[in-house]
Structures are given as structure tokens and as C-alpha cells.
């Protein structure tokens, strides 16, 4: 063999070997991509669960909200149809659910809140979701609020009207 041919042969395996590199990259290159992937559905599935986790606790802040609404209602109505204790009574009662319920709904937002911020470095958009939520949370407290205020409100025109009806019967007693 002459040694033209043996320099051929050789740069020939280098082309060949140089080829194999190459391929053996890219190979490497995609196992990466591979894995890659692979994580990024393994974070995905671990951020839906935790939304899911999150708008549970949402769901349980508006269930909060609804019962104190409901339970706000009854006090104002027992406070209407009741005289000068139950007025007292109800105002106390209504002041107590509205604090309970503002304790209770602030507790779940900022779980709700903690959760989210969890949420915000895998997923910016489901983020804007809870928060969004969050604040739906805050205007159900504000509307509860405004609730308590109107309350205490009929509860004030009770005990005038209740003073009112007291005067008519120390009249009725004088004559």
C-alpha cells in the first residue's frame, strides 16, 4: 500500500470519526431537550395541582362570605322584628360575624395569596388568575362591610323607633 493511499484511508476515518462527533452532539443535544421537556410537564402538572389547591381555597373564602352574608341577614331581620335587647343584641351579633367573617376570609386570601405567589415563577398567567380572584374575596368583604354598616343602621332606627313607641305609651300611661 503506498503511502498516498494510507494518507487517503486516514483522512477518510478523520471525516468518518469527526461525522461520529458530530452525531454522538447531537444525540446528547436532544437527550437534553428530552429531559427538558420531560421536567417541564412534571412543573406543569405540580402548578395545576397547586391552582387547583389555590381556587379550593378560593371557593372556600366565598362559601365563608355567602354563610356570613346569609347569617348577617338573619341578625338584621331578628333585629327588626325584636325590641330595645334584641336591637342591642343583634348590632353586637351582626359586628361578630362581620369581624369573623373578615378574620376568616383574610385568613384564606392570604393562603390563597401564598399560593399564588408559589404559582407566579412557573406560571405568570395563572397567577393573574388568583389574583384576580383575590380581589373578587376583597370586594365580597367590602360588600359585607357595607352590609354591617346598613345593619347597624336599621339597628339605630329600631331603638328610635322603639323610643318613639316608648314615649306613646308614657303618654297613653299619663292620661
Known sequence: MSKLTVA??????????QNMVEAADTLEAIGSLEQAAKEAKAATAAAAAERDAATKDLKKAKD????AKDKAKAVAQEASDSADATAIAAKYKADSIVADAETRANSLIAAAAAKANDLIAPSVAQAEVLSAKVAGLKDEVDKLELLRSQMVLEANAAEEKL?????????????
Do not use: F
Open 64 to 67: 365563608a362570605i355567602a354563610e
Open 8 to 17: 487517503d484511508s486516514i483522512r477518510n476515518l478523520a471525516v468518518m470519526y
Open 163 to 175: 323610643a318613639k313607641v316608648q314615649a306613646q305609651i308614657r303618654k297613653m300611661a299619663e292620661v
